[in-house]
């Protein structure tokens, strides 16, 4: 059984920061891939930034690219998003979501056995 909790979201002004947690538990060594989607009102959810699990290769979505920095703490089985430089079109909700096979595309839902239940960030004008 695998559960992944993610915290930290909130309500900021344009221009401040968050920092997203995700938590991990259960099987986390079958890992391959961690990641973090986002989904705004009316949107599908797309892909933010993926990190994998036993090393330090980061990949970005060209919207947050220098913005965002995504970071992993095996330690704690945790995964972390740092987000600066908000901007009201950041607005979601955020998932994060872990793969345990190789292969796939790293911007597809479907690529993603595990998900969390999601955290809201609100950026204001």
């Known amino acids: 059984q695998v559960h992944l909790v993610e915290s930290g979201g909130g309500l900021v002004q344009a221009g401040g920061s968050l920092r997203l947690s995700c938590a991990a538990s259960?099987?986390?060594?079958?890992?391959?891939?961690v990641s973090w989607f986002r989904q705004a009102p009316g949107k599908e959810r797309e892909f933010v930034a993926a990190?994998?699990?036993?090393?330090?290769?980061?990949y970005y979505a060209a919207s947050v690219k220098g913005r965002f920095t995504i970071s992993g703490d095996n330690a704690k089985n945790t995964v972390y998003l740092q987000m600066d430089s908000l901007k009201p079109d950041d607005t979601a909700v955020y998932y994060c979501?872990?793969?345990?096979?190789?292969?796939?595309?790293?911007?597809?839902?479907?690529?993603?056995?595990?998900w969390g239940q999601g955290t809201q960030v609100t950026v204001s004008s």
């Open positions: 259960g099987r986390t060594f079958d890992f391959n891939r």
């Open positions: 979501a872990a793969q345990n096979s190789p292969g796939g595309s790293l911007s597809y839902t479907t690529t993603y056995t595990f």
């Open positions: 990190i994998g699990w036993r090393g330090s290769t980061t």
